[in-house]
Structure formats: C-alpha cells, structure tokens
C-alpha cells in the first residue's frame, strides 16, 4: 500500500468513530497502557519476523486483511524495528454521542525484507471486551496515523536512529 492510501485508510478509522468507540457509549473507550500497548506491538513484530502473516490480522483492525495483500510479497522484516517514540490519541466525542477512535500510537523505524528502511506508525485501541487491535498492524508498509486539531491530538514524527 502506498503511503498516502495508508494514511487515507488511517484517517478514516480516526475520525470515522468505527468500532466500541462508536456505539454510542456515555464515555469513551479507555487508551490502553503504555505496557499493554507495547506488548501487542511486540506480538506484531514477533509474528512478522517469524513469517507468521496470517496471524498478524488477527490482532489488527478492520483494513489489516486489505494492508497484508497489498504488501509486496517477501516485504516482512526480519529483524524488529526500533520504537523511535510514542503518544497517546485521546479519544474526542463527537456528533449523536460517539466518540474517535483514541488509543497509544507507536513510531516504528526499520528494514522491511526487501532491505527498503521504513518509518511506520501504529495505533493500539481498546476493542471492548477486554481486547485490544492494532491499526497498521502490517507495519512495515510505511502507513501513518493521520490526526488534526479535530481529535485533540497531532501526529508526532519521530527521527529514526
């Protein structure tokens, strides 16, 4: 996928209101632990550097099936990337009593497996039920998450090492 197709495909996750979020809860769903959002990005990782793709849309959001076809083949990394930083995304109510999308959002810098350096971003967001999924969960693609003044929060780049 191409970057600005992630960042469209982003956008519309985060500012869309899908989900929990979106159910017309009275509060918004929680933004997980830095702790527990980092263990799901760890999964991730581990599961493409291990070339268990399959797996990965397992713990991604609703487009992972469309950003794992859309990467070229043979373009999982294997080695994990460095978290160059994180942030959280509040979620912001919104019209009729839904709430953004919220979450902790990760900057991830590395090398895909066609040897391509890449800088991706990550957000992780309470699914209910105790669960949480992973926006860009195909990392290595280079998608971003898209913000604005809209959802109180704007999207933080971080230099790669």
Not at 104 to 124: I, K
């Amino acid at each position: 996928m191409g970057r600005w197709a992630g960042i469209v495909l982003v956008a519309a996750v985060v500012f869309g209101g899908c989900g929990p979020a979106a159910a017309g809860a009275a509060t918004p769903p929680g933004v997980p632990t830095e702790a527990a959002a980092r263990a799901l990005v760890d999964q991730l990782v581990t599961l493409a550097t291990s070339g268990n793709l399959d797996a990965i849309c397992n713990l991604g959001s609703g487009t992972c099936p469309h950003d794992l076809r859309s990467a070229p083949v043979g373009s999982a990394p294997t080695a994990a990337p460095t978290i160059a930083g994180s942030w959280v995304i509040e979620p912001v109510a919104q019209a009729g009593g839904t709430w953004s999308l919220g979450g902790r959002a990760f900057a991830l810098c590395g090398t895909d497996g066609l040897d391509n350096r890449f800088y991706s971003e990550v957000l992780v967001f309470d699914a209910g039920a105790g669960s949480l999924r992973a926006v860009n969960a195909v990392f290595w693609t280079g998608a971003r998450i898209a913000t604005s003044v809209d959802t109180g929060s704007t999207a933080q780049r971080f230099a790669c090492p």
